[in-house]
């Protein structure tokens, strides 16, 4: 009898439309939840024999991966995708994978970027030169102090006077009455303690040619005696007539620093000299004014901890340390899907993959589609809340609607029983 199909099709329109009201209610819920992307249900009509409806069902619920708004945080490792792309997370005790939109990390005690659930961020790993690899691992921002560097280079970049005229032979004894101009330079030994080496300039009595020599205090060479000057280094430069750079020769370089690597040899770059096929302007001149040092610079530090470090929007995590050096500590990574709306919600702001879904294409953040990164922001949940509320009101509308379906089936069906009295 029609009549009972009417009733089925209202019982049917009550409870999809109830599940509806589940949905937007879980929406409304999450409004302020970090990385929440709202979720849609689709409603599909059910046919029974000789195509009579019996009412509607929900047939999927799909998220809407559309952009959240931006939040600033005052912490760095808040993160924000802007654009597509989800945060690979890792379960630390049974190694499942998660991905999320939720970019509310913290370091852990062990120095791991981890969630509130303590799952860990995944990123491209650094090699022994601190440069990015294609190995993924758990972020680790790492307290342990960086290792110091010796100094290998001294790089000068200086004028010596043309009219400076030759001084007498060199003497060490008495560095700064032998020779025309001196410039100093705290350089690194292989503990990373700092020493003070001071080049001497002194301009010879051939045209246009100088010698130089490195002096450091004798008590911090082995076998040296403090307050005398040992010679660890020496050479020659020779210049143009037009005060450019020529030549630039090393005889000796021998750096023994007292309880450090032996022989420690610094290279000495002076510019690209003429004879090797460089300008000759770039390093050393010989001009006609005043000897002046412009620059001078080494490769050496002395060992140092991270004081902070920072994000940039390809992932990159760079340390800041206490010693002025700044490293590459690691690279977020970002993942998207095919097809994301296929990918299984499981709380805690995660997403698991699927068959539908496809597997993760994985890539830095900026590269293959993917989105930037925003530190020190968090992207809002991407529910509308006015939206929300409006179609609550229209859902409701279809419930009651539906409800008056079956109180109106319920009233012919007890005027037909009064057919029989």
Known sequence: MGIFTALFSGVNGINSNGNVISVIGDNIANVNTIGFKGNKAQFEDILAGNDTGLGSRVSVVNPEFSQGGFESTGSVTDMAIDGDGFFILENPTDGSTFYSRAGQFIVDKDGYLVNADNYRVQGYQVDSSNNITSSIGDIVISKVPVAPQDTTTISVVANLDSNEIDPAAFDEDDPTGTSNFSAGITVYDSLGNSHLVTIYFRKTSTANSWEWKALVDGGE??????????????GTLTFDTDGTLVSATTSSSDFDFLGATQSQAITFDFGSSTDSGGSGLDGVTQFGSNSSVSNINQDGYASGSLKTFEISADGTITGNYSNGVTQTIAQVILASFNNPNELTR????????????????ISSPGTSGKGSIVSSTLEQSNVDLASELIRMVIIQRGFQANSRTISTVNDLLAQLVTLGQ
């Not at 499981?346 to 294409?361: A, H, K, M, Q, R």
């Open 346 to 361: 499981v709380g805690s702001n995660n997403y698991i993959e699927t068959l539908d879904s496809g597997v993760p294409l």
């Open 221 to 234: 060479i082995t076998g040296g005696t403090a307050g005398e000057n040992e010679i660890e280094a020496a």
